[in-house]
Nanobody
Framework: QVELVESGGGLVQTGGSLRLSCAAS????????MGWYRQVPGKQRELVAH???????NYGDSVKDRFTISGDDAENTVYLQMNSLKSEDTGVYYC?????????????WGQGTQVTVSS
């Protein structure tokens, strides 16, 4: 069973930085993509950033130029460096991974880690 374990959330002041980590385990296949989504109460979960196995990245518009995603394919781990944090970055950040197996995409989610940015 695939398990995604997140770490690195917490409380930070506006303009500060945090680094999130997510490690995937329990697979006997290769992951296609890993990344982060975030959710605030009353809103839909939104993309923060993805990185593919080939290290192609994709970012949500609100975090471009402030956040950087990186990955370690050998360790099935993804990192999110968050700089210049704003109050609107507050939310629960969920690690995400997917794999292409038997012609379909299988998605996996972590439990989430809280990020709070205070002014």
């Amino acid at each position: 069973q695939v398990e995604l374990v997140e770490s690195g959330g917490g409380l930070v002041q506006t303009g500060g930085s945090l680094r999130l980590s997510c490690a995937a385990s329990g697979m006997d296949f290769s992951l296609n993509r890993m990344g982060w989504y975030r959710q605030v109460p009353g809103k839909q979960r939104e993309l923060v950033a993805h990185i593919t196995r080939g290290h192609v990245t994709n970012y949500g518009d609100s975090v471009k130029d402030r956040f950087t995603i990186s990955g370690d394919d050998a360790e099935n781990t993804v990192y999110l460096q968050m700089n210049s944090l704003k109050s609107e970055d507050t939310g629960v950040y969920y690690c995400y991974a997917d794999a292409l197996l038997d012609g379909r995409v299988w998605s996996y989610w972590g439990q989430g880690t809280q990020v709070t940015v205070s002014s």
